[in-house]
């Protein structure tokens, strides 16, 4: 539940949460329970408390992401490349570092979101927060999977830290000093799992 978790407050758009979500209220997978007058669609309000780890998971998601307009675009991203030394909004590679092939039937892959300027804000998007480029490796297979980074040299200079991990069973990042991470190592993820990392627009190509 917490790689769901990740991927609806990581992804653009409006993220829809159902009320019991983060405390894993799952009315026995019935996601149309109006009619059931009983404990599938009643609130066990001890949930919160049996799964308090779940809920501050989520609302460390949903700080992330109200402090981070990268997260909140209201327009279309129109893609790039970042090798030619621009940093694109969004941008997509495969586990070994090279850009995404649709067609290979791999089910794991890297996504890139490149922090908004100024400029780029239009009037419809919400600037609360600082924009942070953001790096997401997605581990969809069931087996672990080992990550190489993007080998764009714009990717790889940025300044890299841990905002989410969902291979940590205790997840309850951000701490008070964000984990740094070293892009010269592979990334090893087991099965089904997410990390995200976040890196300050102050350290991009070139700098």
């Known amino acids: 539940i917490r790689n769901m978790l990740s991927t609806l407050f990581l992804s653009q758009g409006v993220p829809m949460l159902v009320a019991g979500d983060e405390c894993h209220r799952t009315q026995q997978g019935n996601n149309n329970a109006y009619c059931q007058d009983n404990a599938i669609s009643w609130f066990d309000w001890n949930l919160p408390v049996v ?8 609302k460390t998601l949903i700080r ?4 981070n307009p990268t997260l909140r675009r ?16 969004v941008e997509w590679f495969s586990p070994d570092g090279s850009h995404v092939d649709w067609f290979s039937g791999e089910p794991s892959l890297i996504c ?10 239009t009037a419809e998007d919400d600037p609360a927060g ?6 997401l490796f997605c581990n969809a297979a069931t087996e ?9 040299p714009v990717i790889l200079e940025m300044n890299w830290s841990i905002a989410v991990d969902t291979r ?3 997840n309850t990042i951000p701490a008070a000093a964000p984990l740094k991470f070293e892009s010269s190592r592979p990334v090893m993820l087991p099965e089904r799992s997410l990390l995200c ?4 627009t102050t350290s991009t190509f070139g700098e």
Request: charged content about 15%; hydrophobic content about 40%; glycine content about 6%.
């Open 74 to 89: 209201r327009t279309f991203l129109q893609g790039g490349s970042s090798e030619c030394g621009v940093i694109p909004d």
């Open 64 to 67: 992330l992401r109200r402090n």
């Open 197 to 200: 990392l976040m890196a300050p």
């Open 112 to 121: 890139f979101f490149g922090a908004p300027t100024v400029d780029q804000l």
């Open 51 to 58: 799964n308090a780890d779940l809920l501050e998971f989520t």
């Open 130 to 135: 600082t924009p942070q480029h953001v790096l």
């Open 144 to 152: 672990a999977r080992q990550f190489l980074f993007p080998s764009s």
């Open 168 to 170: 940590q069973s205790h």
